[in-house]
């Protein structure tokens, strides 16, 4: 089972009451706020050449083009 006096000395507070409001400041400079990190944007058109220099997408782009080199033969 869990000594929840233990935890509640390693994390200086009070499982009845909570944290008292100068211990939420003092732990919020000391931490920082609960927040996720952002994560970096890509531009969209470098998403969008990446999307266009796929293997796939190359491939097609290749056979289309010699479609078009069979048209213009005939």
């Known amino acids: 089972m869990w000594?929840?006096?233990?935890?509640?000395t390693v994390y200086e507070?009070?499982?009845s009451n909570g944290l008292s409001s100068a211990q939420?400041?003092?732990?919020?400079?000391e931490a920082g706020e609960?927040?996720?990190t952002e994560k970096a944007?890509?531009?969209?058109?470098c998403i969008f050449?990446?999307?266009l220099t796929n293997f796939f997408?190359?491939?097609l782009l290749a056979g289309s083009l010699l479609c078009f080199?069979?048209?213009?033969i005939q």
């Open 34 to 36: 609960n927040l996720l």
């Open 3 to 8: 000594d929840y006096s233990k935890l509640q």
């Open 69 to 72: 080199i069979g048209y213009g």
């Open 13 to 15: 507070t009070n499982f």
């Open 57 to 59: 997408a190359l491939l």
């Open 41 to 45: 944007s890509i531009p969209w058109y």
């Open 49 to 51: 050449l990446r999307e």
């Open 24 to 29: 939420a400041i003092h732990k919020l400079k």
